[in-house]
């Protein structure tokens, strides 16, 4: 599976954003998918994620009520629309992919494949 992350950019505190993640290879509904972040100096951290199903999301707790992805199997593409955005939320952001034997993904150790990565900035 190939991921490939856009969307990202400059917004102000409070601001909105839509990333998205174009994937092929599988059809999207073959595997759970997810959005993790990197801040400078820090690890990798889960933000939200869709089990294979589709039926469930997950969100770590700083982005709930802010965050929600969503994916459109027609277009193959997984989409994390970010409201409400506060300088915390700056970092690089990552498309991920499970294993079609996964059920959910919430770990950096659960993804088979990442995309390239896409900046998102909030200034205060």
């Known amino acids: 599976v190939q991921l490939q992350a856009s969307g990202g950019g400059l917004v102000q505190a409070g601001g909105s954003l839509r990333l998205s993640c174009i994937t092929s290879g599988l059809s999207v509904n073959s595997y759970a998918t997810g959005w993790f972040r990197q801040a400078p100096g820090k690890e990798r951290e889960f933000v939200a994620s869709?089990?294979?199903?589709?039926?469930?999301?997950y969100y770590t707790n700083s982005v709930k009520g802010r965050f929600t992805i969503s994916r459109d199997n027609a277009k193959n593409t997984v989409y994390l629309q970010m409201n409400g955005l506060k300088p915390e939320d700056t970092a690089v952001y990552y498309c991920?992919?499970?294993?079609?034997?996964?059920?959910?993904?919430?770990?950096?150790?659960?993804?088979?494949?990442w995309g390239q990565g896409t900046q998102v900035t909030v200034s205060s």
């Open positions: 991920a992919a499970g294993p079609t034997y996964r059920t959910t993904i919430s770990r950096s150790s659960d993804i088979a494949s």
């Open positions: 869709m089990t294979r199903s589709g039926a469930n999301t």
